[in-house]
């Protein structure tokens, strides 16, 4: 058998056994699979979304020592505040626009 009549007889096949499948020339009455991926994922709940009532400041003193214990003491109470709720608010973020991974 010469390499010109193996060649052909190889291609033949070839395109026989394609067009069997289906590669070649598809069937046209089946409809085309459309192939979808779900993915599922567990949303976070809030319990409360809400920050916690503001810090009251303290009575105003009688001299105008501003640097006083009750001063200092709000503002603190008034920074782990801030922090709480900025913590909240990040939390609320993440579940309305979860970062995509």
Do not use: H
């Amino acid at each position: 058998m010469s390499p010109k009549t193996r060649l052909s007889l190889t291609l033949l096949s070839l395109s026989l056994t394609l067009s069997a499948c289906g590669v070649l020339f598809p069937e046209v009455d089946r409809p085309p699979v459309v192939l979808t991926k779900v993915v599922e994922r567990e949303r976070q709940i809030l319990i409360d979304p809400k920050c916690p009532p503001k810090p009251l400041p303290p009575a105003k003193p009688a001299d105008t020592n501003t640097l006083s214990k009750p001063a200092a003491d709000y503002f603190a109470e008034w920074f782990l505040w801030a922090t709480e709720c900025e913590a909240k608010n990040d939390e609320l973020a993440q579940v309305l626009r979860p970062a995509v991974k």
